[in-house]
């Protein structure tokens, strides 16, 4: 008969608990809409600081494609030496593919070299010119241009190589741009979040200072802050999720308008803009879970000081 009790004494406290913590769920999502205006606040507020670090993140994004778009553009090319016939000449490919930082190595025929040279030139300017002038050359792509000084010097120690052609000084502009394009861009996006956090942070504190009497009243008769804190909680959280997937939309919307009167210029003719949907999930991952961890902390943060009564 005590266990029978026991076990139902049980059941009673457990179902007490599940309708206290429902209530206080509900009472947050309750206070949205009784605050309906300092809710509107909030969920602008994140809305605004997740675009402005968004836009930021994706054209340091951008900038890093177009960047390497470029990277790839500066190819070394390594001149077989004139001795070497066209099968030996291709026979040195696995030396020069076994260098380190050589990412790939395209063996290209002295007739093929001639072809690409006279495309860029009138005809009668080459007569009397014929493949014997060219070399059998490798067009070579690197893993990072970083290395290209280094890369070069290594490739002039295959055998079989004669020459090699590398725009080293170009190489250095490009690393240089990469690096400071992402200092910059880590830089701004390390701002921004603080003062995105300290907006938000305050803008809920703003909407919580009106509801202090109601606070100082429920920690009066006897109420814990765990019971007062669940309400703020769900608030926060709620507001967050809106305010990020809100912002999530409005940010594809501008980006797709943005990147379409780009691509309908002439700079779309030579810059490749990263689509959305290469970056929708983690752009979307990074505003819900922004809008949340800034939303619960808000609610937290926000009731601090009234909850010592």
């Known amino acids: 008969m005590a266990a029978t009790l026991s076990v139902t004494e049980w059941m009673g406290t457990t179902v007490m608990k599940f309708n206290r913590g429902g209530y206080l769920i509900g009472e947050g999502f309750r206070s949205i809409g009784k605050?309906?205006?300092?809710s509107f606040a909030s969920v602008t507020i994140i809305m605004a600081c997740l675009i402005i670090m968004g836009s930021v993140s994706l054209l340091s994004v951008n900038i890093?494609?177009?960047?390497?778009?470029?990277?790839n553009q500066n190819e070394v090319v390594a001149f077989v030496d004139e001795e070497l016939s066209e099968e030996e000449a291709k026979a040195i490919e696995s030396k020069i593919e076994a260098v380190e930082n050589v990412e790939s190595a395209d063996f290209v025929p002295r007739e093929l070299a001639m072809d690409n040279f006279f495309d860029n030139?009138?005809?009668?300017?080459m007569e009397g010119i014929d493949s014997t002038v060219f070399r059998h050359r490798f067009v070579i792509h690197l893993t990072d241009i970083a290395l290209m000084s280094e890369t070069t010097d290594n490739l002039m120690k295959v055998d079989g190589v004669a020459k090699?052609?590398?725009?080293?000084?170009?190489a250095?502009?490009?690393?240089?741009?990469?690096?400071?394009v992402s200092v910059v861009s880590l830089v701004l996006i390390v701002m921004l979040v603080f003062v995105s956090v300290f907006i938000m942070s305050n803008t809920i504190k703003l909407a919580t200072f009106n509801r202090r009497e109601e606070i100082a009243i429920m920690k009066m008769v006897g109420a814990n802050n765990g019971f007062i804190r669940l309400p703020f909680i769900v608030e926060g959280l709620t507001l967050g999720l809106i305010g990020g997937g809100l912002a999530f939309l409005a940010e594809w919307g501008v980006y797709e308008v943005l990147t379409g009167?780009?691509?309908?210029?002439?700079a779309g003719s030579f810059i490749?803009?990263?689509?959305f949907t290469d970056v929708a999930v983690t752009v979307l991952v990074c505003y819900l879970g922004t809008g949340i961890l800034v939303g619960v902390f808000g609610g937290i943060n926000a009731i601090r000081n009234y909850l010592k009564v």
Request: aromatic share 12%; no cysteine.
């Open 272 to 275: 490749r803009v990263v689509p």
């Open 172 to 180: 250095d502009i490009f690393v240089t741009i990469r690096n400071v």
């Open 121 to 125: 030139y009138d005809s009668y300017v």
């Open 261 to 266: 009167k780009i691509i309908s210029t002439v």
């Open 64 to 71: 890093d494609a177009l960047i390497k778009d470029l990277e």
């Open 35 to 38: 605050h309906g205006f300092m």
């Open 164 to 170: 090699v052609r590398a725009h080293i000084e170009y």
